[in-house]
Nanobody, 122 residues
C-alpha cells in the first residue's frame, strides 16, 4: 500500500513537503516517482528517484524548486516543494516500481497512492 500525505493550501512562494509512505513492502527495492494532475489536464511526471537513490530526475517546470529524496529506514519518500506557484496546484501522486524505471523520460508506475491535494493560492 502507498499513501501520500502533506498536501494543503499554501500561498505563492510557500513550501510543502509531501510524504509517500509504503507499507507491506520494503521501499529499498523500489524506484519512486511523483506525478501530478491538475483539473482538466493530463497527469504529468514531476520527479523520480532510483532504487539506489543515485539517480534523480525532475521535470523542467520544477527544477530548482522541488527535491525528491527517500528514507528507506522509514519506508518513506518525500517531495520537498519550494517557491510554489498557482500553476503547481494539482493532486500529487506517488508511484513505485520494483524495477524502475527512473529516467529523464520514464518514471515508475506500478503501485499508486490515492493522491494528496496541493492548492497554491493567495
Amino acid at each position: 500500500q502507498v499513501v501520500e500525505s502533506g498536501g494543503g493550501l499554501v500561498q505563492p512562494g510557500g513550501s510543502l513537503r509531501l510524504s509517500c509512505i509504503a507499507s507491506g513492502l520494503k521501499l529499498d527495492y523500489y524506484a519512486i516517482g511523483w506525478y501530478r494532475q491538475a483539473p482538466g489536464k493530463e497527469r504529468e511526471g514531476v520527479s523520480c528517484i532510483s532504487r539506489s537513490g543515485g539517480n534523480l530526475y525532475y521535470a523542467d517546470f520544477v527544477k530548482g524548486r522541488f527535491a525528491i529524496f527517500r528514507d528507506n529506514s522509514k519506508n518513506t519518500a518525500y517531495l520537498q516543494m519550494n517557491n510554489l506557484q498557482p500553476e503547481d496546484t494539482a493532486t500529487y501522486y506517488c508511484a513505485l516500481g520494483p524495477y524502475g524505471p527512473c529516467t529523464s523520460t520514464s518514471y515508475p508506475d506500478d503501485l499508486w497512492g490515492q493522491g494528496t491535494q496541493v492548492t497554491v493560492s493567495s
